[in-house]
């Protein structure tokens, strides 16, 4: 009696293919939610039920999860305190636009996403020698406000420097990933990179 064999579409190898390649690579692949850095506009304050995407500690709510159709609700703890958690400031975000958002008993400041916008005049560092298979490979762009910003997401990625970002990389470190001399200038501004767990931290 013969045995079926699973029929893989076209559609399946390609995502396959794909997958692999990011992994042996080493390129962090991250969550959407965390595509590069935007922005926060205070538009008053409010609350909203349910949808909740993420949390963060603070009063202030954090550019790297600013995304467009995103709302942040911030509690000081003190002139705003959310019932749930008194006297901690900390803000949720979460996905629904501010305008939709059908109020509740937990007021805090309300915050629309802006962003993330591409960087002006941005090119691809890495501290590194090449691609790193057993892990992942830091990847930063200079942006034209000077300073290095970690690329967070590899959709991001290719948004802003196209489909080949990858090869358009610049290698600034050897074999023991010391920083080339012809990069230092470029690594000294890592000090403005916001890290986060997705980074290696860099000797």
């Known amino acids: 009696m013969g045995t079926s064999k ?5 559609a399946t190898r390609i995502v396959l ?8 690579l080493g390129v962090a692949v991250t969550a959407p939610f965390a595509q590069g ?22 009063a202030i709510p954090d550019p790297r999860k600013a995304r467009e159709g995103h709302t942040a609700f911030c509690w000081d ?5 959310n019932r749930y958690n008194p006297g901690k400031a900390f803000c949720t975000y979460k996905n629904v ?24 005049l941005g090119r691809l560092i890495s501290f ?28 991001v990625a290719a948004l802003w420097f196209g489909a080949d970002w990858i090869n358009q990389i610049r290698w600034c470190g050897d074999s023991q990933r010391r920083v ?17 767990d997705r980074t290696t931290q860099l000797p």
């Not at 699973?6 to 076209?10: D, S």
């Not at 703890?77 to 305190?81: A, D, K, L, M, P």
């Not at 080339?180 to 986060?196: A, H, K, N, V, W």
Request: aromatic share 8%.
């Open 128 to 155: 590194i020698s090449g691609p790193d298979p057993e892990g992942i490979t830091p990847v930063y762009y200079l942006g034209g406000d000077g300073q290095l910003h970690h690329v967070q997401s590899t959709a």
């Open 17 to 24: 293919t794909a997958l692999l390649t990011l992994y042996l």
């Open 180 to 196: 080339l001399p012809q990069c230092r200038d470029d690594f000294s501004r890592l000090r403005g990179c916001p890290i986060t």
């Open 77 to 81: 703890g003190v002139q705003y305190s």
């Open 37 to 58: 850095v935007g922005s926060w506009v205070r538009v008053g304050i409010g609350d909203h039920p349910g949808q909740d995407v993420d949390s963060s500690d603070g």
């Open 97 to 120: 636009p501010f305008d939709k958002c059908l109020g509740g008993s937990n007021v805090g400041v309300m915050y629309k996403g802006v962003g993330p916008a591409p960087p002006a």
């Open 6 to 10: 699973p029929v893989h579409t076209t």
